[in-house]
């Protein structure tokens, strides 16, 4: 299988990005990934201070996927995550939804045995997902951080992009250019501290291409729900973002009135805190299966 | 059983609340409560404007619970409830998520058969909720309308309110002062077009005191997770709100530190949506029970 190196990395989604490994639809390929501090916190007593900031967020990449172009979707179904022996967990002042509360910085190396991290002499399950993944931008959006999620998707730390998911990412430019990093072993809803369990990983997907359907955000489809994930300065905005597109997407697709869809919005689906701590903040809608499913919106016919 | 009558209703919760019936710590009550329009929306063709916007949100009581003094816990476990045969939802403009994208409200009543709602010929199985409970305010929170959550509860419109759940609300008033109303038979996460599906019901609910401990904010205890609800003017304020609590939570009945206690909780605690449609936004914090305990908090000696 395809392998992508973690020395291969980006810090931001483009237009213009250099590929460093293709893949045909229906490849599987592994990508290795840098924590989100790219490796360089390893002690407890490390100065946040040394950290070199201008390298953070790492995404391993990109991958050009065969006959990706603009209107079309990059499916990328998550495989398998196989994780290092620790994370480290860090809280910084002025960052966080309680940033402006302490001053000390803080961190915690996560041991992690059995498939479980010891912290504060709990055991609690790890739960891998994928902070950062995104494939290169518009022209009209330009060059964001691997920090900053977006509609190309980026940092949008959603802990349903877990193994068994499979994201539905807007290609914009030819060979889409698939990047992934900055894994958690372990997060909660909203990352309210401004990071999780921070791990290097090895990350493996299959990438699958629809041709000539595009949706304006990431969706994400779970064993239960398909969640459209959308960003905003606020949350309050991510969550109108998220409604609006929700709202049209249930009308175009089921063949009801944007009335009828806004009303039933409101009965079955979930807005869901993703993360209030980064530059842009993400909500994501959860659709249950029952309502809509995933081939309504990408027919299987369009699949390469 | 005592039955509170639906014509019991207040309209806002005060300081200052005259008990319509008592009851004593371990004693299970009826409350018939009418829904968020007071039953006055009963054909789908009715003008939204003809409608007595003063006598919203009804809440049917207060009930007087004997020994509870300002400084004492009401815990409420919400045992049961039956659902009258319809339920009704709205979109008004100027309301919801998406309220400053439409002109024409609409009203759809839904049949609920068999426990499932009728709606665009998909059947929706019932999860009846209660959107507004709470007691008698502090003199510094004066008089506040029962269409807006706070920290005597309210207009909370959170969805694990529901059966098998028990809410724990701050006595801030002698005899607390219950009251209870605006259940819905469904409603997602957001409540995105400001009404779920609304509807008259008998919720049956028994009472406990907790005698000398006060938490600021309403928890919820349901089979999985510790809740606290806190609401704000907008998701993020509400965020940063419930982030503080469970930090303080935590630090304090698990004996470490603030700085643990912000990690931990980015680890493992979710910040939900229950609501951003109401005067004021609500975030609940789920809390897993394998972190802690809800006798951590509210110990088994200091019922009454």
Known sequence: MKTIDVSKAVYSFKPAMQAVETAKPGEEITFITADCWNGQICREDQLITDVDFSIL???????????????????????????????????IPGHGTLG????????????????????????????????????????????????????????????DICA??????????????LAIGDVHALMGDGEVCVTGCEIGAR??????????????????????HLMIITSGETLDKAAETASAETVDCLSQHLGISWHEAYMLTSLVVDLKVSQCVDPMK?????????????????????YV
């Open 57 to 91: 967020n790492p995404a391993t990449g990109p991958l050009y996927v065969e006959g990706a172009e603009p209107g079309d979707t990059l499916k990328v179904s998550i495989l398998d995550f196989v994780l290092a022996d620790h994370g480290v967990i860090n809280i």
């Open 203 to 224: 990350v493996t997907v299959k990438v699958d291409l629809i041709k000539g359907i595009h949706m304006t955000w990431p969706m994400l489809e779970t064993n239960t």
């Open 164 to 177: 068994g998911a499979a994201i539905f990412l807007p290609v914009s430019q030819t060979g889409a250019m």
């Open 100 to 159: 402006n509360r302490f001053t000390e910085p803080t961190t915690r190396i996560l041991p992690i045995v059995d498939s479980k991290i010891e912290f504060l002499g709990l055991s609690l399950p790890v739960k891998p997902m994928i902070g950062v993944i995104g494939v290169a931008t518009t022209l009209e959006d330009g060059e964001i951080s691997t920090g900053t999620p977006w509609k190309h998707g980026g940092n949008m730390d959603t802990k």
């Open 282 to 302: 993400t909500i994501r809608a959860a659709i249950p299966k029952n309502v809509i499913s995933i081939n309504q919106i990408f027919p299987t016919r369009r």
